[in-house]
């Protein structure tokens, strides 16, 4: 008498609650308390620029899966596009017109991530991508900055005002102010040298809990690193690439410093000001962009900081978060073919491994 055995229903493999809109969810989670930070220290000009652009790509998400014959709701609540909208609004000048945020996030849906296929299947960053074009089309917009004009704070504009700089141009000369980076690299290209230009200055103190003019992303470096922190705790990210980004960025500016401490600055200056922690755990960290073996991983960090000290120290760009970025985005294909990771069975050059041999080796 025989006894069937009922089939299996699915194959016996345990299943983690992963999904892109989880993932993205988390992403904007860790996102949040930065954020807020940032929009409460600029005001209502920042917080309708940032509106603008996440309204903005997620209409152009939508045009682009109606003209693919795409479904929209499905695409759209997945979370991908907003997260797009948020990165590329936290890299743009709070003060900066609305039309940078509508031009920059019709770049980064349409021309960085529809134009190649939708998601998961972009070679480059498509918040990366719109910063960088933005930046070089529209140099003047993307470089005039503010100082920090606390929301509801006296002498601030308010919503009314806030509606006038952002859609109707008014001027913010009152408000102006210079980037960190832009101002150091400024007095040493005009001579000067760091003991005169950081004291009083500059702290890192000062950096960490954001209280300098800068995009929303070069708020407080804190924050973003708290949120970096609970990413890696999820298990969203890995350790891998913002360890290798921001050590190798570290041990350049160390060394740099320790051969001219007048003229390069050190590596604590490098680590907190600008997009630096931004870039090493939200935007360098994406998985699309980013190679799939842990070693590939390290290498892509490294190449990003790398490639961020050299653009910050020698090209006519104080901050290199974007462009460095970019760059290692092109070399991600490269990094994976020669550095894959070992499938279960084979070595790491893809031959089968003589289990045989091995066991009789092993007797």
């Not at 949040?32 to 920042?46: D, I, K, N, R």
């Not at 006296?154 to 806030?162: F, R, T, V």
């Not at 320790?258 to 003229?263: N, S």
Request: glycine residues 10%; charged residues 10%.
């Amino acid at each position: 008498m025989s006894i069937e055995t009922p089939a299996p229903n699915a194959g016996p493999f345990a299943h983690e609650r992963v999904s892109i809109s989880r993932t993205m969810g988390l992403v904007m989670l860790a996102l949040l308390p930065a954020t807020v930070f940032s929009l409460w220290q600029f005001g209502w000009p920042a917080i309708y620029l940032f509106l603008v652009t996440l309204v903005t790509v997620l209409l152009a998400e939508a045009a682009c899966l109606r003209i693919a014959g795409k479904p929209i709701r499905p695409f759209l609540l997945d979370g991908s596009a907003v997260l797009t909208g948020w990165l590329l609004a936290m890299t743009l000048p709070p003060w900066a017109p609305w039309w940078t945020g509508v031009v920059g996030g019709l770049i980064a849906i349409i021309v960085a991530k529809q134009v190649f296929g939708g998601i998961g299947q972009n070679l480059f960053n498509p918040a990366m991508v719109a910063r960088v074009a933005l930046l070089i089309s529209f140099p003047l917009e993307l470089t005039r900055f503010v100082n920090p004009a606390p929301l509801f704070a006296a002498g601030s504009p308010d919503w009314l005002q806030g509606l006038a700089i952002t859609f109707g141009g008014q001027s913010t000369d009152a408000y102006s102010g210079a980037t960190l980076l832009g101002h150091v690299r400024t007095e040493l290209a005009q001579g000067h040298v760091l003991s005169e230009i950081l004291p009083g200055l500059y702290t890192p103190l000062t950096d960490a809990v954001g209280t300098f003019s800068g995009s929303l992303g070069e708020g407080s470096a804190l924050l973003i690193l708290l949120g970096g922190l609970f990413l890696i705790a999820k298990r969203v990210i890995t350790w891998h690439i913002p360890l290798a980004m921001l050590g190798t960025l570290a041990l350049i500016a160390t060394l740099m410093h320790v051969i001219d401490p007048e003229h390069y600055t050190g590596p604590l200056y490098h680590l907190v000001s600008g997009a630096t922690l931004l870039g090493a755990f939200f935007i360098a960290t994406d998985l699309v962009t980013s190679p799939v073996s842990l070693r590939g991983q390290i290498l892509f960090g490294a190449g990003c900081g790398l490639l961020v000290y050299v653009i910050r120290t020698w090209t006519g760009y104080p901050e290199g978060v974007a462009f460095a970025v970019l760059l290692m985005n092109a070399c991600t294909p490269l990094i994976d073919h020669y550095v894959r990771p070992r499938v279960y069975g084979r070595n790491r050059k893809g031959s089968p491994i003589e289990y045989a041999d091995e066991l009789e080796v092993s007797r």
